[in-house]
Structure formats: structure tokens, C-alpha cells
């Protein structure tokens, strides 16, 4: 198996996600009104999935790795844009937490902030994995040996072997912080 082979299955359950959202929104436009539950629990898969487990390993192991290789201004540049767009998804995903929570609090016109920072994901994440699947990692391969390529598969391993304990240790600590 490739490296890049965990981040792109990863990529098929958040575009499953995505189709979720997707008829959410539509409810929300037929019914004016959505599940704060529901954002919830959206919210925790877009950061503790998509943004800490798979941005982690693209952030911290495949483009770190990468900066220490003489990369081609293309790809230099095509990194730093998937950079900035892993930020534009967690400014969004902030805009969403604090819309959700006016709107448990009774006020009615968060609902469209709801339904724009919903909407506004679900258009842009599926071009961000476009540009992953089909530009940026078939050229960040020719950059590593199969050897380097199979240690970054282990490397991703052990990155997700730790996540369920440090997001169960938050979810403690959350509740810790508030007594
Ligand atoms: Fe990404
Ligand atoms: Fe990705």
C-alpha cells in the first residue's frame, strides 16, 4: 500500500460526510429549522476527523517531509494553497461553532449563518480533495523512495493510533475544566 493510500480513503468518508451535510442543508431550506445536535456532531467530524486525523498526517508527516525536499515552484506553491485552505476550512468550521450556539440560544436569524458556513463547506472541501487525489499526491510521490514511502505509511499509522486517545483525554479535560 502507498502513503497516500490512507488519506484518500479518508477522503471518500469525509465526501460521505459532505453528501450528509448536503441533505441537511436542503431540509434546513425546506423546513427553517436544523438539529443543533446535529451541527455538533457535524463539528466534531470536521475537526477531530477531517482537520486533526487527516490534515494532522498532510500537515505535520506528508508536507513536512516534503519542505526538506528541493520541490518544484508548482508544487511549493500547490502545498502552500492546500495549506491555506486546511485554515479557510477551521476559520469556517469557528464561524459554524459560534452561528450554532446564537441559534441554541433562540435567535432565529443564526439559522442562515448555520446554512452559508454548512453550504460554504460542502463547496469548497470537494475541490481541496480534488486537487489532493489528482494533482498534489501523484507529484509529491516522485519525491520519495519506496522505502521513504513506506515509512511515511508507518509514520501515518502510529498518527492515527494516538488520536483516539488524545480526543477522548480532551473530552475529559473539557469536562474537568468546567467543575
Ligand atoms: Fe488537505
Ligand atoms: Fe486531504
Same mark, same amino acid.
Given at each position: !500500500?502507498?502513503?497516500?493510500a490512507? #488519506?484518500?480513503i479518508?477522503?471518500r468518508?469525509?465526501e460521505r !460526510? #459532505?453528501?450528509?451535510?448536503?441533505? $441537511? ?6 423546513? *427553517? ?6 451541527v455538533d ?16 498526517? /498532510? =500537515?505535520d508527516?506528508?508536507?513536512? +517531509? ?5 520541490l518544484a515552484?508548482e508544487?511549493?506553491?500547490?502545498m502552500?494553497? #492546500?495549506?491555506?485552505?486546511h485554515?479557510?476550512?477551521r +476559520?469556517? &468550521? +469557528?464561524?459554524?461553532?459560534? %452561528?450554532? %450556539? ?8 443564526? #439559522?442562515?449563518?448555520? %446554512?452559508?458556513?454548512?453550504q &460554504?463547506? $460542502? =463547496?469548497f ?13 501523484p ?8 522505502e /521513504?514511502?513506506? %515509512? !511515511?505509511l ?8 494516538? !488520536?483516539? *486517545?488524545e +480526543?477522548?483525554?480532551? $473530552? ?8
Amino acid at each position: !500500500m502507498q502513503a497516500r493510500a490512507p #488519506l484518500m480513503i479518508e477522503h471518500r468518508l469525509i465526501e460521505r !460526510m #459532505l453528501s450528509v451535510v448536503k441533505g $441537511v442543508l436542503s431540509r434546513i431550506e425546506s423546513e *427553517h429549522e436544523v438539529d443543533p445536535v446535529f451541527v455538533d456532531t457535524a463539528v466534531d467530524f470536521i475537526r477531530t476527523y477531517a482537520d486533526r486525523t487527516h490534515h494532522g498526517k /498532510e =500537515e505535520d508527516i506528508l508536507f513536512r +517531509k516534503l519542505n526538506d525536499k528541493p520541490l518544484a515552484d508548482e508544487d511549493r506553491r500547490v502545498m502552500q494553497e #492546500l495549506i491555506e485552505e486546511h485554515l479557510f476550512g477551521r +476559520k469556517t &468550521t +469557528k464561524a459554524l461553532v459560534e %452561528a450554532n %450556539a446564537r441559534y441554541r440560544n433562540g435567535d432565529q436569524n443564526a #439559522l442562515a449563518g448555520i %446554512a452559508d458556513k454548512l453550504q &460554504t463547506l $460542502v =463547496e469548497f472541501y470537494p475541490k481541496h480533495i480534488e486537487k489532493e487525489d489528482k494533482l498534489f499526491f501523484p507529484s509529491s510521490r516522485n519525491y520519495f523512495s519506496e522505502e /521513504e514511502d513506506q %515509512a !511515511m505509511l508507518a509514520e501515518f499509522w502510529e498518527f492515527d493510533r494516538k !488520536m483516539i *486517545h488524545e +480526543k477522548y483525554k480532551s $473530552v475529559v479535560e473539557r469536562f474537568e475544566g468546567r467543575e
